[in-house]
């Protein structure tokens, strides 16, 4: 009997559990992805920074010869980027693509730590046509985010 509830208090827990939200090294991310992404970042956050990110001269130096060659400009969809987000460049949609459509110019956006108290995201970029990556922060002040690109490099 003692087992018995033992076991149906276990089961309850793990149910209760996995209704809250998860603590991983990226942030707490949500059991609805569509609403909440990386904790305190909504989609709204997540796409303003991907625009800001991807608007920044080291990256617009990359991103204009494919627009000037009418190559869709690409993203990889990770735990930041998500399928629901809507991101543009210059007015143009960009393409969200999975691991399995991939190209050499899929852009990947890494988000390396979220402090939410502060409102700041690290993030790393890579292109590999270009064997680019480039390292930032993203912060929101008064209510709009800004991005610093604090290093770069080309990797061979």
């Known amino acids: ?8 208090l276990l089961i309850l827990f793990i149910q209760g ?12 991310f949500s059991a609805d992805k569509d609403k909440i992404v ?3 970042l ?14 920044t001269p080291k990256l617009q130096i990359h991103v204009i010869p494919l627009k000037e060659r009418s190559i869709e400009i690409q993203l990889l969809k990770n735990d930041l980027i998500t399928q629901d987000l809507s991101i543009k460049v210059g007015g143009i949609p960009v393409v969200l693509n999975d691991s399995t ?7 990947r956006i890494k988000a390396l730590n979220v402090n939410c108290e502060k409102q700041k995201l690290s993030f ?7 064997h ?13 985010w800004s991005v610093q690109i604090t290093g770069s490099g080309v990797i061979d």
């Open 1 to 8: 009997m003692k087992n018995a509830i033992i076991a149906i």
């Open 17 to 28: 559990c996995s209704n809250k939200q998860k603590k991983n090294k990226e942030g707490f």
């Open 38 to 40: 990386l904790g305190c």
């Open 42 to 55: 909504q989609s709204e956050d997540i796409e303003s920074i991907a625009e800001e990110i991807l608007n």
């Open 101 to 107: 459509n991939k190209t050499e110019h899929t852009f």
């Open 124 to 130: 790393s970029v890579w292109y590999p046509f270009e």
């Open 132 to 144: 680019v990556v480039i390292r930032g922060e993203a912060i929101k002040k008064h209510k709009k």
